[in-house]
Structures are given as C-alpha cells and as structure tokens.
C-alpha cells in the first residue's frame, strides 16, 4: 500500500458526460502528479500541482482540468468525455523537496466511456 | 517525442534466472532514473531508484546498472521468481524543483517460468 488513495476504482459513462476523479497524497506529501495510462500511449504525465498550485503540466487535453484543494487532496476533471478517454488513470504523489523526487503511485481509477 | 525507450518488450525467463531489462535516454538533463514494478490492476510500485553521480545501485536482488556516456541504465533481477512476474517501467525525470515529472518508457512484460 503506497498510502495514496484513489476513487473511484472504477467509472463507467457515456460520450459526452463530466466525471471527477479523486486522489488523496501520502501524508506529508505536497506534489500531486496525474498520469494517465492506456494501452496505445503508455504511462503519460497530464499535471502536477504543488501545495496548491499548479507546478507543470503534460500532454493534457483542454477538457481536462485539475484542482488541489487546501488540505492537499486533488480531483482531475474530464468533461465531454470521448471513446478515446478510456485509460486507467493514477495519481501520484511525493514530498517534492531537495531534489526527492520520489513519487508513489495510487491504486489508479479505470475510466470507460461507452 | 520518446525520450526513454525501454527493450525488450517482452520477457521470459526461468526461474532462478537473471532478468535484465535495458533503457536508454535522450535528455542528458534527466539526473533521477527510477524503475516502477506493476501487477495487472495495481498502480506502479517505485521498486529502485538511481541518479548519475553512481554506477551502481543494488538492493536485495535487484540492481540498476548506469552509464552516463551511453545514455542507458538498465535493471538485473537475480535469482528471478516467479513472484516476479510483473510488467517493469524504466523513467527518468529532471530533479530540480517544478520538473519532478516522469517520462517512462513503454514497458516490459515479464513472465517468470518455473
């Protein structure tokens, strides 16, 4: 257990929809990372926030959006869903500081889109 | 743009054999070079990490092997298992502060027979 939680496990929805994922840190931890993983394009950085704010960002689409909240959980929102979304998506975490760059991964959410 | 491409892509080995699994990198800025362990339905598992000031990092039976001037690192899993068998993700990431995201490569699928 990396001590990162994740919900859903799972999501089912159709085209078009609005979903939120959820992702608590290790205790501790300020960085929050978004990764999403399909079989075509592999393990993918999307976002990194920091305390709050937002630190980096990947290849995330524009109907993608993130959030970390004051008690440093974040939620990663994905709107006008497409067939295409369908991934397992993790959240990572890690304290960030003097160049530690350990990240330790959540047990992910499996989004499909029908 | 892959910048860590990891081989093979597919792994067999006999128990209580050596599984070595090879990267190599483009970015010479990258100075943090983790391997993640990753079970179907699982989040990936930081299992040993390296950075470019050692050759070397060995812990239990597994070890990365680092070359600088070639750009690649490779991990050596003694005595495999079949425990083991798992898919295996080489990265590589930028330590300073904001550049913490990691670019894996595309993964190795290994399958420890007895």
């Known amino acids: 257990d990396s001590g990162v939680t994740q919900t859903p496990k799972h999501l089912i929805t159709a085209t078009g929809q609005r979903v939120t994922l959820r992702c608590s840190p290790r205790s501790g931890d300020l960085s929050v990372y978004w990764y999403q993983q399909s079989l075509d394009q592999g393990l993918q950085f999307l976002i990194q926030?920091?305390?709050?704010?937002?630190?980096a960002k990947g290849n995330i689409l524009e109907r993608f959006s993130a959030q970390q909240f004051p008690d440093l959980h974040s939620e990663l929102n994905l709107s006008s869903l497409e067939l295409g979304d369908s991934a397992l998506y993790f959240c990572?975490?890690?304290?960030?500081?003097?160049?530690?760059?350990?990240?330790?991964f959540g047990p992910g959410t499996r989004l499909t889109v029908l | 743009q892959q910048q860590v491409k990891q081989s093979p892509q597919s792994l067999i080995v006999q128990k209580g054999g050596i599984s070595i699994i090879n990267c190599a990198y483009e970015n010479t800025a990258f100075d943090y070079f983790p391997w993640y362990q990753q079970f179907p339905g699982k989040g990936p598992a930081l299992l040993i990490a390296?950075?470019?000031?050692?050759s070397e990092k060995k812990e239990g039976r597994f070890t990365i092997s680092f070359n600088k001037s070639a750009k690649q690192f490779s991990l050596h899993i003694m005595d495999s298992q079949p425990g083991d068998s798992a898919t295996y993700f080489c990265?590589?990431?930028?330590?300073?502060?904001?550049?913490?995201?990691?670019?894996f490569g595309t993964g190795t699928r290994l399958t420890i027979i007895p």
């Open positions: 990572a975490s890690s304290h960030s500081s003097g160049g530690n760059n350990e990240q330790f």
């Open positions: 990265a590589a990431s930028i330590g300073n502060f904001g550049n913490e995201k990691l670019t």
């Open positions: 926030y920091y305390n709050g704010e937002e630190r």
């Open positions: 390296i950075r470019p000031d050692v």
